[in-house]
């Protein structure tokens, strides 16, 4: 075990130096920032600090004042010193990359009062002085030594940050056309408008034309230049939004305020709605703090004890979302309790079959895996722990759930328990829909409509093709 050690005030010559090295990296300052409440743009904004007077990010001044800190209360003296004054004179700045050796030395000693004073010196590793002071401290008269303390690990993440990358995903794109079903409430009508602000669709909003315009003022939007299609209540704006997206007028659909069967009632409908040959599926497009990418959890929403044919379109809908927001090659991880074939639990046997069924080319354009735990679907250490060698598991980009409770289960307990944030599609129809619960904010509006739209872009391109 290692340990931390001090020095005492008799053992404390006056020549005596200690020094530690670190080098600057971008956690670094999220987490000074985060702990000081420091948000100073010169620190946080590449784009503004390349206009500012050192034409880069730089370091809080006071992390170097920590590392000084640090040194003293970990070395020299260490554990029982107790600061009284510090004086700091930074003589250029730290910016990332930078490896910044401290180093403190004793240049006096009082016995009287028992402090110790240091010298303090901060260089780059150009050798040029970064941070230069002094420190009066009071230094221990006991002797210290305990057994070092672990750090907890930290995990960073910025919120949103894997939909604000599929928004900026869209910024070259031409806005779809989209039919904004009953956007009669501050949410709905908010996150459409946000998403024809980005050019990321073209709203076209249907519903009752006074109540719509009530909602705009109350949040304060003028809707001129923006099409409005008045109709008496919801079950018309759902009728006239099918219409629209049969004869070709608008190439996606927003849920507003309204009941998803609602909707979806026209939608299905053989004579007049949207369906084709595939089964609708919803997808949900999760930002999982801790995992390093998108995950796509499917179906959670709409086929509620889905049959093998019905799994394979899940499987096949999911595949070609996550080509469209870049995905080259989708890893698709079949969900069930095991991850072996099991003939008492029929999820495992199904899981086996579409793994075959890609094998034959019936599902295409991504590697299949299954049947997988959830833990070693997108833990790599839980599949290793397990002997189960597969390029998905540990890696899943899509994670197909054996019916729509054990997705709902799954999606809501990222969302609630891990922090996700959540937008959600409907796929298999005509047109994409998007398809928001009525508790989404604004982002998880947009991320929905962002991805909605390089769906349409990448169909378009196939068609083309």
């Given at each position: ?160 940050d894997g939909f604000e990358d599929l ?189 075959k069924m890609a094998d034959r080319g ?104």
């Open positions: 075990m290692q340990f931390i050690e001090n020095k005492t005030f008799d053992e404390i010559k006056v020549g005596d130096r200690a020094d530690l090295t670190r080098r600057l990296k971008p956690q670094d300052i999220e987490l000074f920032a985060v702990v000081s409440g420091d948000i100073n743009p010169a620190h946080l904004d590449a784009e503004y600090a390349q206009s500012d007077m050192f034409h880069k990010v730089i370091a809080h001044g006071m992390w170097g004042g920590a590392l000084i800190s640090a040194l003293l209360g970990t070395e020299l003296p260490g554990p029982g010193t107790i600061y009284v004054t510090q004086n700091l004179n930074f003589r250029r700045p730290v910016g990332l990359g930078d490896t910044v050796t401290v180093q403190v030395t004793v240049t006096a000693k009082d016995a009287a009062l028992h402090q110790v004073t240091l010298d303090c010196l901060c260089t780059n590793q150009d050798g040029d002085t970064v941070i230069q002071g002094q420190a009066l401290v009071i230094a221990p008269d006991k002797k210290v030594r305990r057994p070092r303390v672990a750090l907890p690990e930290v995990h960073l993440h910025d919120r949103g928004i900026r995903a869209t910024k070259d794109l031409a806005a779809i056309r989209t039919a904004v079903v009953h956007p009669c409430d501050e949410l709905s009508l908010g996150g459409a408008l946000a998403a024809g602000d980005k050019a990321i669709i073209h709203p076209v909003l249907i519903g009752p034309k006074a109540k719509i315009e009530a909602t705009a003022a109350q949040i304060g939007r003028d809707l001129t230049g923006i099409e409005i299609i008045d109709t008496p209540h919801s079950h018309a704006a759902a009728e006239t939004a099918v219409a629209l997206a049969r004869e070709g007028s608008v190439d996606m659909l927003m849920k507003g305020k309204l009941h998803t069967d609602e909707l979806l009632r026209p939608i299905l409908n053989k004579e007049t709605g949207l369906r084709t040959e595939r089964r609708l599926t919803h997808v949900f497009a999760l930002d999982v703090p801790h995992y390093p990418k998108p995950l796509l959890v499917s179906d959670a929403a709409i086929n509620i004890a889905p049959t093998l044919q019905t799994k394979r379109d899940i499987v096949q809908n999911a595949i070609d979302l996550a080509r469209a927001i870049g995905i080259s090659v989708p890893k698709v991880a079949i969900l069930s309790a095991v991850e072996t074939v099991t003939a008492t639990l029929p999820s495992t046997l199904d899981a086996a079959a579409l793994c019936q599902i295409t354009g991504g590697v299949l895996d299954g049947p997988l735990a959830f833990d070693n679907a997108v833990s790599k250490a839980a599949a290793e722990t397990k002997g189960i060698t597969s390029a998905v598991a540990g890696d899943a980009d899509i994670l197909v759930v054996p019916d729509l409770e054990a997705g709902n289960m799954v999606a809501k307990q990222l969302i609630y328990l891990a922090g996700a944030e959540a937008a959600g599609l409907v796929l298999g129809a005509r047109v994409p829909i998007v398809l928001t619960s009525r508790a989404d904010g604004v982002l998880s509006r947009l991320a929905s409509a962002a991805i909605a739209q390089l769906f349409v872009h990448s169909q378009q391109g196939e068609q083309r093709s």
